[in-house]
């Protein structure tokens, strides 16, 4: 955490003085915000479990609401989870006090609604649904987020850009270690 401090001061520097957003400054942004979002997005797994969200109900299509996996407890350990690293990175951005706790709450919304879209084509918890997997969560947390730690459109499309090939790597490695029964 020290080296983003020593890395940013200088950017928070320009922000201060009006002038134009580095390249570095969009990098750090995007970096700042990755933080609660991967987070909130991996903490249900590791800490997850118990009692389904959905209550075990089914939809209107007869399929279930969200599915086994969606949990009232990896619900609150995303969101916690998340908000503890907005907490960690405040001190180089105020805004991530209250942003990480939104960032974090839009991701976990995020997955929730990419589950409930998944469960609507009939695609089992667990299954792939590319470009989906990869993305709903860290959207959610940009929508929430963004109301309190916005960013620039730079930022918000390197966030975008890396974070498929870097959720698809997470996953595989967490298959590889036995945490993920799926590769993605």
């Not at 580095?22 to 118990?50: C, E, H, R, W």
């Not at 279930?64 to 960690?88: E, M």
């Not at 942003?99 to 084509?121: C, E, N, Q, S, Y």
Request: overall charge positive.
């Amino acid at each position: 955490m020290c080296s983003v401090w020593f890395i940013t001061v200088p950017w928070r520097t320009e922000q201060a003085q009006g002038s134009r957003r580095s390249n570095l400054g969009i990098f750090l942004d995007a970096l700042l915000f990755i933080g609660p979002s991967y987070v909130a997005n991996a903490a249900p797994l590791l800490l997850g479990g118990g009692s389904p969200l959905d209550g075990g109900r089914n939809f209107l299509d007869g399929e279930r609401i969200l599915g086994a996996h969606k949990t009232v407890r990896g619900l609150f350990a995303g969101i916690i989870a998340g908000s503890a690293i907005g907490l960690a990175e405040s001190p180089v951005d105020g805004r991530l006090l209250l942003g990480g706790f939104m960032i974090a709450l839009g991701t976990v919304l995020g997955d929730l609604v990419g589950a409930f879209l998944k469960r609507r084509i009939r695609i089992k918890p667990g299954g792939p649904l590319p470009i989906v997997d990869q993305l709903d969560f860290v959207l959610g947390g940009l929508l929430l987020g963004n109301l309190v730690f916005p960013l620039s459109l730079l930022s918000i499309l390197v966030v975008v850009l890396v974070t498929p090939p870097i959720h698809l790597g997470t996953n595989y490695g967490a298959y590889l270690l036995g945490i993920k029964r799926t590769r993605w």
